[in-house]
Nanobody, 118 residues
Framework: QVQLVESGGGLVQPGGSLRLSCAAS????????MGWYRQAPGKQRELVAT???????NYPDSVKGRFTISGDNAKNTVYLQMDSLKPEDTAVYYC????????????WGQGTQVTVSS
């Protein structure tokens, strides 16, 4: 049974930092690309950061330079370091594990709330 369990969300003031963690079980972690997505109320889920099994990272312009994704294969865990947080970063953050063709496996965590407010 595959499980992705996020932690580390919470309330933080603008300009502050948070680190999210996603512990994976039931998958061969090193075979997957891992990612973080977020969904704000009334909006579609959007990409925040991805990291391939080879360590290549990708970020949208909205978080580039502020967020950093990293992975620890020994702990089957992926992290999202979020700095210089803004109110518009408020959302539920979801962890994703993806293994492409020919497997096409895609898994989601349950999400963790991040609220940026003074």
């Amino acid at each position: 049974q595959v499980q992705l369990v996020e932690s580390g969300g919470g309330l933080v003031q603008p300009g502050g930092s948070l680190r999210l963690s996603c512990a994976a079980s039931g998958i061969a972690f090193s075979n997957y690309a891992m990612g973080w997505y977020r969904q704000a109320p009334g909006k579609q889920r959007e990409l925040v950061a991805t990291i391939t099994s080879g360590g290549r990272t990708n970020y949208p312009d909205s978080v580039k330079g502020r967020f950093t994704i990293s992975g620890d294969n020994a702990k089957n865990t992926v992290y999202l370091q979020m700095d210089s947080l803004k109110p518009e970063d408020t959302a539920v953050y979801y962890c994703n594990a993806n293994r492409g063709k020919p497997f096409n496996y895609n898994y989601w965590g349950q999400g963790t709330q991040v609220t940026v407010s003074s």
